[in-house]
């Protein structure tokens, strides 16, 4: 089983749509959770950052959290097509500081 | 905040040849930096671990004397590719973690090396 799985995608919504982008995890002593998105030939990002259950929202981007269920998702609401990327679901194993990511959910957000 | 530069954005260089690549944390202090590697289409793969002056770690399969790792400071730290050939043609990407102790990442704009 790979430690951070993603769905598979690529995911397609209308612009102005929410894109819903799903992440599990298989440690279940993990602790800090982020997302990175990734333009084509470009490095990743950071976005978002979230380590409690629940959600957290910054701009229109939102992270919801349910360690019980071991999952972890982003949400992107009124997408534009600027979002079109691939976003990376990195989660901290634990007692290890290096990062685990799941293979990424390209998005593409159709004018 | 939170800025990582890395130098060169883009190195052609002949088969043979040592390629050096810096990754520098622009505005805090990196205690540890990472080396990825990613070829098109594939995800990111994590090469080796560094912390100012120490050894790097290296990741299982990655030749620790082909990619030599070097974390001079806290704001530095540099990979080079010896003896390169076509296969270690890629996208080279360092982050670095700060020392406010937060497991963020932060990704430096990578390299891409082409080996001809």
């Known amino acids: 089983q790979k430690e951070v799985e993603q769905n598979s995608g690529p995911l397609s919504v209308p612009e102005g749509a929410i894109a819903s982008l799903n992440c599990t995890y298989s440690?279940?002593?993990?602790?800090?959770f982020f997302w990175y998105r990734q333009y084509s030939g470009k490095s990743p990002e950071l976005i978002m950052s979230?380590?409690?259950?629940g959600d957290k929202e910054d701009g229109r981007f939102t992270a919801q959290l349910n360690k019980a269920s071991q999952y972890v998702s982003l949400l992107i609401r009124d997408s534009q097509p600027s979002d079109s990327a691939t976003y990376l679901c990195?989660?901290?194993?634990?007692?290890?500081?290096?990062?685990?990511f799941g293979a990424g959910t390209t998005v593409t957000v159709r004018a | 905040g939170a800025v990582v530069s890395q130098h060169p954005s883009r190195v052609i260089c002949k088969s043979g040849t040592s390629v050096k690549i810096e990754c520098r944390s622009l505005?805090?202090?990196?205690?540890?930096m990472f080396w990825y590697r990613q070829f098109p289409k594939q995800s990111l793969m994590l090469m080796a671990t560094?912390?100012?002056?120490?050894?790097?770690?290296?990741e299982q399969g990655v030749e620790k004397d082909k990619f030599l790792i070097n974390h001079a400071s806290l704001t530095l730290s540099t990979l080079t590719v010896t003896s390169a050939h076509p296969e270690d043609s890629s996208f080279y990407i360092c982050s670095a973690r700060g020392l406010a102790g937060g497991l963020e990442q932060y990704f430096g704009p990578g390299t891409r090396l082409t080996v001809t």
């Open positions: 440690d279940r002593g993990s602790q800090s």
């Open positions: 560094s912390n100012e002056g120490s050894k790097a770690t290296y």
């Open positions: 979230i380590y409690s259950n």
């Open positions: 505005d805090f202090q990196a205690t540890t």
């Open positions: 990195a989660v901290n194993p634990p007692d290890d500081y290096k990062l685990s």
